[in-house]
């Protein structure tokens, strides 16, 4: 059995506490971000690839709608 020190987690590896507040607005906009970063990559490879002929201009008209909504909401809850 090996002792409960194996399984300690160095100090360094412990995020800093931080106020409810911060973490969860920090969070928040990680996941805006990803939900932007999908949205980009969609409305980019139907652009690259060509595929207005095999996918509605419905799809990328959203998408590129919905990436500028994440990021101008970013924008605005970054400088608050």
Do not use: N
Not at 2 to 23: D, K, N
Not at 29 to 34: G, H, K, N
């Amino acid at each position: 059995m090996r002792s409960a020190r194996f399984f300690a987690v160095p100090y360094r590896l412990i995020p800093p506490r931080l106020e409810p507040g911060i973490y969860v607005c920090k969070i928040w906009t990680q996941r805006v971000s990803f939900a932007k970063l999908l949205t980009d990559f969609m409305f980019y490879t139907i652009d690259v690839f060509e595929m207005g002929d095999r996918v509605s201009d419905g799809w990328q008209a959203v998408s590129g709608l919905v990436a500028a909504l994440l990021g101008t909401c970013k924008l605005y809850r970054k400088h608050k």
